[in-house]
């Protein structure tokens, strides 16, 4: 995937880094795009999985909105080119303060997940004289089949609004006059292969819409979050993610009434395989049965390995030698500093530049300094 010229210039950078390859990212939503755009659905960056400004320059700049899920997050948005009408904010645990942000920047609308966020809501409108716009983060009861700690969209969590609570709701809606109901939505899950997952959460959507609509709500915008997810077994073959057939999904099962709108927060599948995280070998060493090598890289650098067991294609620069099976592990002094074990790679030596594919989403947005280390910083390839 690096061609000679490439690698080169990593030679001569300090490590550990981040590298994004920004042609693909630009293929990437210019296919997404292509895909939304047949049906008219409109598409949200979610900013966490990376914000970096070169990134969200280029995202806003090839017309998406964003969503955001916190007070600095809708800064970073404004400040890079999106528009504040098309940023939404979700999160369970807004601070005053950022809603507050929210409705001074005008943004399209707040994703509420609690009745008491929406009294909170309605009395800091109050306070400012604005009326707020809100979506019903809902709790759709669908099994993302993925990761625990990302499955969002199960009852007993602490997402989103249950359905037993509507009632309720509405009489909030009705007697809170700072209050205009804008949307519905749902976010279910992250890194999300199985695509009938989506299907059931449509047939759920099209239950709870024709709910709204029949206690005389209309909610303008369906919101189905974001959570499709990418190929990190086979990074090369699948560069893009399958955007055709996800939204094929959407158009086929989705039910819309009236004028009502769909929409789309992306994060992972739009900038996941964008980013590669390049990592010098410091030591080789043998273990009993193990060999180990040794890396500039750290769980600081990047945690989902430690976090959600997950896979990240490993890769050598340098060498072309024979293939030997590693456990490559970071300096940081917790056991699960690792990125991956009996990785097979070519002959391995002190030196030598590896590759960790596929860390464009949730990368160095999750980083730290743990150990004091410092943030590895990001290069371009243009
Ligand atoms: C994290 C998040 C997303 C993006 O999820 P991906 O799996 O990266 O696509 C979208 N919407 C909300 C509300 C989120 O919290």
């Not at 609509?213 to 915008?221: A, D, G, K, L, R």
């Not at 750290?298 to 067991?309: E, H, K, S, T, W």
Request: aromatic share 10%; proline share 4%.
């Amino acid at each position: 995937m690096f061609n000679k010229e490439t690698i080169g210039k990593f030679h001569s950078t300090p490590t550990p880094f981040y590298y994004y390859d920004m042609g693909l990212l630009r293929e990437t939503l210019e296919a997404c795009s292509a895909e939304a755009g047949k049906y008219g659905y409109f598409l949200h960056y979610a900013l966490k999985a990376n914000s970096n400004p070169q990134i969200l320059k280029l995202i806003s700049k090839s017309g998406f909105g964003a969503d955001c899920v916190s007070g600095n997050e809708i800064r970073a948005a404004i400040s890079h080119g999106f528009s504040p009408g098309h940023i939404m904010f979700s999160g369970v645990g807004k601070s005053d303060d950022e809603i507050r942000l929210a409705l001074h920047s005008k943004i399209q609308s707040l994703n509420v997940e609690s009745r008491q966020e929406m009294e909170v809501i309605s009395d800091l409108a109050g306070e400012m004289g604005v009326t707020a716009d809100i979506s019903l983060r809902i709790i759709p009861n669908v099994d993302a089949h993925t990761h625990r700690y990302i499955t969002t969209g199960l009852e007993e969590n602490k997402f989103g609004i249950l359905p037993w609570e509507f009632e309720k709701v509405l009489d909030k809606l009705k007697s809170r006059q700072n209050l205009r109901l804008k949307g519905l939505h749902f976010h279910i899950g992250s890194q999300i292969t199985d695509l009938n997952v989506f299907k059931s959460l449509c047939h759920r959507v099209n239950e709870i819409n024709a709910w709204f609509i029949s206690n005389q709500v209309f909610p303008e915008i369906i919101n189905v979050g974001g959570g499709l997810g990418i190929d990190y077994g086979d990074p090369d073959t699948f560069r893009i993610p399958d955007f055709s057939s996800y939204f094929r999904i959407f158009s086929n099962f989705i039910e819309l009434q009236g004028n009502q709108s769909l929409h789309f927060e992306p994060g992972r599948a739009l900038v996941g395989q964008c980013g590669s995280l390049i990592t010098k070998v410091l030591f080789v060493k043998k273990g009993i049965s193990t060999r180990f090598a040794i890396v500039d890289a750290g769980m600081n650098d990047l945690i989902r390995p430690a976090l959600y067991q997950s896979y990240h294609k490993i890769e050598n620069l340098t060498s072309a030698e024979q293939p030997e099976k590693y456990d490559v592990v970071g300096p940081i002094c917790e056991s699960s500093d690792c990125f991956g074990k009996a990785i097979s790679l070519p002959k391995t030596s002190r030196m030598d530049l590896l590759v960790i594919r596929s860390v464009g989403a949730y990368g160095q947005t999750m980083s730290s300094q743990y150990n004091l280390r410092d943030l590895a910083k990001a290069v371009y390839s243009d």
